[in-house]
């Protein structure tokens, strides 16, 4: 909730509005170097699909991808209006999202995402009844495989 001239607002910022209004994006990568997709990983002779060393000690997995966005940009060139809620409205928030991955056979069937949400609005969100903030998220992982197999060397 969000206090504005005296009144708590419901806010919703949305990455992308699903099969009904895909064209409803409203976080969005900001420019590089620390925004936008980066790769690392903990081999030090990982490289990149162009060649570049990907190589970070920091790294946790074998392959990370590192993606850096928010929902603060209110351009109405690059926004489409909520077909229920009108313009943008931005909370504030940037998301660090994480993709863990490893390339043993026996951990090549998952990913772990990572999410780190940070309020780099000047609003305190808050939920009014318990004093914290309710972060709701759903991600669909549509996969599929042309066949069924147990091998991890057909994927």
Do not use: K
């Not at 607002?9 to 895909?22: C, K, L, M, Y």
């Not at 997709?37 to 060393?53: H, M, Y």
């Not at 318990?130 to 709701?136: H, R």
């Amino acid at each position: 909730m969000i206090e504005e001239q005296g009144f708590f607002t419901t806010r919703v910022s949305v990455g992308t509005d699903g099969w009904q209004n895909p064209s409803i994006n409203e976080f969005h990568a900001g420019e590089a170097p620390n925004n936008g997709i980066s790769l690392r990983s903990n081999l030090p002779d990982a490289t990149d699909c162009f060649g570049n060393s990907i190589y970070d000690p920091n790294a946790q997995a074998n392959i990370e991808a590192v993606a850096v966005y928010s929902d603060t940009l209110v351009d109405p060139f690059w926004l489409n209006d909520d077909p229920i809620d009108g313009p943008h409205r931005p909370l504030g928030l940037e998301i660090t999202q994480i993709a863990r991955l490893w390339t043993a056979p026996e951990f090549a069937r998952f990913v772990i995402l990572d999410f780190e949400i940070e309020n780099i609005g000047e609003q305190l969100l808050e939920e009014r009844c318990s004093g914290s903030t309710w972060m709701p998220m759903s991600v669909s992982l549509d996969t599929t495989t042309s066949t069924l197999t147990t091998s991890a060397d057909h994927w």
